[in-house]
């Protein structure tokens, strides 16, 4: 995400509404990766009934995964209700058995669930086993319990309305005739071996982590709309005045779509990428051509930095009233008319996307790197920008989580984006700019389509240099 600090009087009044209702653990950390025979038995002895939001202690995999989703929604009139029927099947390639998946229901953060936008019925596969997090996590009992190396299928309808957003637009609503469905659709949560990450939602960053899956997702919406999504899509005719868009996406951690009567212009990258730029009518047409240009070469280079882009499309959308500057899903970005974050957001497609983290605990590993890679992308160096660093308590660091942020909202892009990228620029300095590109791009092949992590980074930085970058990371509050 990228935004502006002119918005954050806007954003503090969020804060109070989100419940910090975190059901995940770290005790469990100690454990990890010592899953023995006989500790395995003694988990799986213990796994059913642990205490709600805690997992089973000793394994070492992030579940469920390998998950398809194969959505079929039909949008209203006007695009801001759309639904219809979501089968999800999934791997359990946890050593423990799974006993239940949890459906993260984002969309409904805001209403909570005295108005819920999003809503599950008729749920296959599994039974509902409760609502928690202020409404934006469902539990789904498993009929059995899932074995190791099991798949398994749920399915249901869904509901979802995008709430109106009178002052501006967001990442999840309307704001005039323009819709935005991002984190709208259910996914999956992820287990680990410390339990099940069922954070809150934050308006200051990101709460999703997700694992890479697959999307098959119809869209049957009045053809006077248009839909932009996460995936290449193809366009058929519907029924009398109505276009079925069909958007599939291989290895991606989300799926987000907007609708609304965007004017589009398309291109190709030189690295042979659609790119196609859709803007809402407050936006030039000139200003979509550049931003085209914009997005092409970011790909471009990006792509040099860290490894080709491996999806055949990218959508950006184009609304200047966009409340933030940007924001990032996979193959469809939200833009708010701004050069800079565009390449930031286009960043999140490898930092987020290509290699996911945890964006509720590390949210450093997206934004950090992601605003290094746009520095890199425009040929910015950082040179002497760790002289502008002032810490404003102890306790204040480049690696804290979220929940961190929520209590200390003025901070977060100070300490995350600027801090976090010099940091990275410093690192540069310290091992050589070669050693760095090497560190980089063969770290995000390490993590293609897999999970980062700080102790994985530093481990995979400490392997590139003989520099013992232990006093490194002290000075520069990169802890884990
Ligand atoms: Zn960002």
């Not at 979501?86 to 006993?99: I, K």
């Not at 009992?141 to 749920?154: D, F, K, S, V, Y």
């Not at 500057?325 to 987020?352: C, I, N």
Request: charged letters at 20%.
């Amino acid at each position: 995400m990228s935004r502006s600090a002119r918005l954050l009087a806007a954003l503090l009044a969020c804060f109070a509404l989100i419940a910090s209702t975190a059901g995940t653990s770290t005790a469990a950390t100690s454990t990890a990766g010592t899953s023995t025979a006989g500790t395995s038995t003694a988990a799986t002895s213990t796994a059913g009934t642990a205490p709600a939001g805690h997992g089973p202690r000793n394994a070492s995999e992030r579940t469920p995964a390998a998950a398809a989703y194969t959505v079929d929604l039909t949008g209203g009139a006007s695009g801001d209700d759309w639904s219809g029927h979501e089968r999800v099947s999934f791997d359990n390639v946890s050593t423990e058995p799974l006993h239940e998946v949890v459906l993260r229901l984002w969309g409904n953060a805001h209403g909570g669930c005295s108005a819920p936008a999003v809503s599950v019925t008729r749920l296959v596969g599994g039974a509902e086993d409760g609502l928690s997090v202020g409404c934006t996590a469902l539990r789904i009992a498993l009929p059995t319990p899932l074995g190791p190396g099991g798949r398994h299928t749920i399915g249901f309808d869904v509901t979802m309305r995008a709430p109106e957003r009178t002052d501006s637009a967001d990442r999840f609503g309307r704001h005039g005739a323009y819709s935005y469905f991002g984190n709208a659709l259910p996914v999956l949560a992820v287990r680990d071996t410390t339990g099940w990450h069922l954070d809150p939602f934050t308006d200051t960053g990101e709460s999703f982590y997700a694992l890479a899956a697959d999307f098959t997702v119809v869209l049957d919406h009045p053809a006077a709309l248009g839909v932009p999504a996460t995936g290449r899509s193809s366009d058929t005719p519907g029924a009398t005045g109505r276009t079925v868009t069909t958007a599939t996406a291989r290895q991606v951690r989300d799926f987000a779509w907007a609708a609304g009567p965007f004017d589009t212009v398309s291109g190709v990258s030189a690295g042979g990428v659609t790119i196609n730029v859709h803007r809402t009518a407050g936006v030039g047409a000139a200003d979509a051509q550049a931003m085209l240009a914009t997005a092409g070469s970011a790909l471009d280079a990006h792509s040099r930095a860290f490894g080709a882009y491996p999806y055949p499309e990218l959508d950006a959308v184009l609304d200047d009233d966009l409340w933030f500057s940007g924001m990032e899903y996979p193959g469809f970005v939200l833009d708010r008319v701004k050069a800079t974050a565009l390449v930031h957001e286009v960043a999140h497609q490898w930092w987020y996307g290509i290699v996911g983290d945890d964006q509720y605990h590390q949210p450093w590993l997206d934004e950090s790197f992601a605003e290094y890679a746009t520095d890199l992308a425009l040929g910015r160096d950082g040179a002497g920008c760790w002289s502008t660093v002032a810490w404003v308590s102890p306790r204040e660091r480049i690696t804290n989580g979220m929940a961190y942020w929520d209590d200390h909202p003025e901070r977060y892009e100070t300490v995350v984006y600027d801090y976090g990228a010099c940091a990275l620029h410093e690192l540069r300095r310290l091992i050589g700019t070669d050693t760095m590109t090497r560190l980089l791009h063969g770290y995000a092949r390490e993590h293609w389509y897999g999970v980062s992590s700080t102790p994985a980074f530093k481990a995979a930085a400490q392997g590139a240099t003989a520099e013992d970058l232990t006093p490194f990371w002290a000075a520069h509050r990169i802890d884990g």
